[in-house]
């Protein structure tokens, strides 16, 4: 089990990419707000870098995946619904 860094780490970087959709689309109505997730999505981008460089020094584990499940339909029902709460505002 990954630890909670490790896996506040991973959670935040996860998110990097969405952050930054939502940030243009509020930059021209919520400037300060929108750079703030600009700011946000690039620290954890940089946290990433850090976490993976670190990482490189433990010795590797290998882990076999016995089986997968594609949730891509999940994936963009979130964003939809993310992009259509915040067209609200």
């Given at each position: 089990?990954?630890?909670?860094?490790?896996?506040?780490?991973?959670?935040?970087?996860?998110?990097?990419?969405?952050l930054?959709?939502?940030?243009?689309h509020?930059?021209?109505?919520?400037?300060?707000?929108?750079?703030?997730?600009?700011?946000?999505?690039?620290?954890?981008l940089?946290?990433?870098?850090?976490?993976?460089?670190?990482?490189?020094?433990?010795?590797?584990?290998?882990?076999?995946?016995?089986?997968m499940?594609?949730?891509?339909?999940?994936?963009?029902?979130?964003?939809?619904?993310?992009?259509l709460?915040?067209?609200?505002?």
């Amino acid at each position: 089990m990954p630890t909670l860094t490790t896996r506040t780490v991973l959670f935040l970087s996860s998110y990097s990419p969405l952050l930054l959709i939502f940030a243009f689309h509020l930059l021209d109505k919520h400037p300060r707000v929108g750079w703030a997730l600009v700011a946000l999505s690039f620290i954890s981008l940089v946290g990433l870098g850090v976490f993976l460089t670190l990482v490189q020094r433990f010795v590797p584990v290998q882990v076999i995946v016995a089986s997968m499940k594609s949730r891509d339909g999940d994936v963009m029902s979130y964003i939809v619904t993310q992009y259509l709460w915040l067209s609200h505002f």
